[in-house]
């Protein structure tokens, strides 16, 4: 369950979250914002197929791995949501990188 430590108001930052509109909170990171609309999972495994999604939230595990504005493989927990960000969460696995 997401509970937020500082309930203090913050602007509203637009964003799309798989197609799907939904206001953020300015200072959000992406994985936080993907948690704050019910989004557990980010992502799949590549062999398996099992469901991932954040877990240090602070850059070292790699598992919040989603597509930002067409980027594939972004870490959600390091990009802060910006307006009119476009967020895809992999619900396959990702495309290798040229």
């Known amino acids: 369950m997401l ?9 509203p930052v637009p ?18 914002a993907l948690l704050a609309a019910g ?16 877990y240090c939230l602070m850059g070292v595990c790699f598992e919040c791995l989603v597509r930002i504005d067409g980027v594939d493989n972004r870490q959600g927990c390091l990009v802060e949501v910006s307006d ?3 967020i895809e969460t992999g619900g396959r696995p990702a495309e290798a990188a040229r």
Do not use: Q
């Not at 557990?40 to 954040?54: D, Q």
């Open 84 to 86: 009119g960000m476009s």
């Open 3 to 11: 509970v937020r430590v500082n309930d203090r108001p913050l602007r």
């Open 15 to 32: 964003i799309t979250i798989d197609g799907a509109s939904f206001e953020a909170r300015a200072g959000d990171s992406v994985a936080a």
């Open 39 to 54: 989004h557990a999972a980010s992502r799949v495994t590549a062999v398996s197929g099992a469901p991932r999604g954040a």
